[in-house]
């Protein structure tokens, strides 16, 4: 951020504070939330603290020993989590800056997490830049946490004595908010995947003809419902069978599939309950994941034979 912006915005927000009615001497923040309340903030923010924590706790390894501490806020300046040195977090606590204090400009004056909030952007104030003078003594370095949509959702902090830290703590705080960010997507992504996997699932069960698919092998991959059906009980397991214990003529149908790419014919089935045709439409896929060749078959009973069969039973002969 650009000097001039950066001293104007601590200006605009210290301009601020008087109108709050925040004077030098204030010490302690001017909203703290009970016990109660606090446990709904966890409950609202509860993915943001699990997903932050382990990223706080490596910021505090590379400077523990240093006298730092890390505070994780929500995206109104609640405090939600505080790590750190023994002595500099005591007198930190000294000061009320505890989970369920407020750290935004309103309460507080003006401080990195406030800054980060009203701006969006990674900031770093030293001494006076703050605007309560019992803030003069350190350094804090803010960077906000942002989620997959883009809206701001909180805010990290890494706190030290103003004589031990460097233009560098700023980096490693965006550093370690980009990484949160980064996990809260693939939070996001792979929730989205399971319940379109759900979805999919659900669908996939509930269609009324057998679906499964295997390898260029014959070893099957994934099945829906009605296939287990079809074949009776002694495929519960259809993933530990081959196509050819199903199937008859599964090599000539394997290289129609190679030859013709999409074979659709009536084939004989070899179930528990007896063996009976069904109509068969086998294709070929490509499966990226593996970089591999599959076969989707779709088969259905062949209920025309079905019925021929009950209208004309076999009658054995008798000497």
Known sequence: MNENIYQNLIKQSKDRCAGYGITEDQVFSKKMIDHSKLQTKFSENRDLILTASPYMEHLMSIVRGNNFFVLLTDKDGCI?????????????????MVAGAYMNEECIGTNAMSLVIK????????????????????????????????????ALDLTGYSDSVHPHTLGMVIAASNAIEEMLRVKEYNRLQNMTNKHIKTIFNSMPVAILTSDLDGRIKIYNQRAMDLFGNKYKQLSATNVSEIIEEWDNIKEAIHSEKHVNRIINIKALRNHFHCQMTASPIYNPQDDSIEIVFVLKEDQSKKSSNRSNPITPLIK
Not at 80 to 96: H, M, S
Not at 128 to 148: E, L, M, N, Q, V
Request: with cysteine; charged share 25%; aromatic share 8%.
């Open 119 to 154: 701006s969006g952007e990674p900031v770093q104030l030293s001494g006076k830049d703050h605007f309560i003078k019992a803030y003069h003594r350190w350094t804090c370095s803010g960077a906000p946490i942002r989620d997959p949509n883009g809206n701001l959702i909180g």
């Open 80 to 96: 939600l989590n505080a790590i750190g040195d023994e002595k500099i977090l005591t007198e930190a606590f000294e000061l009320k």
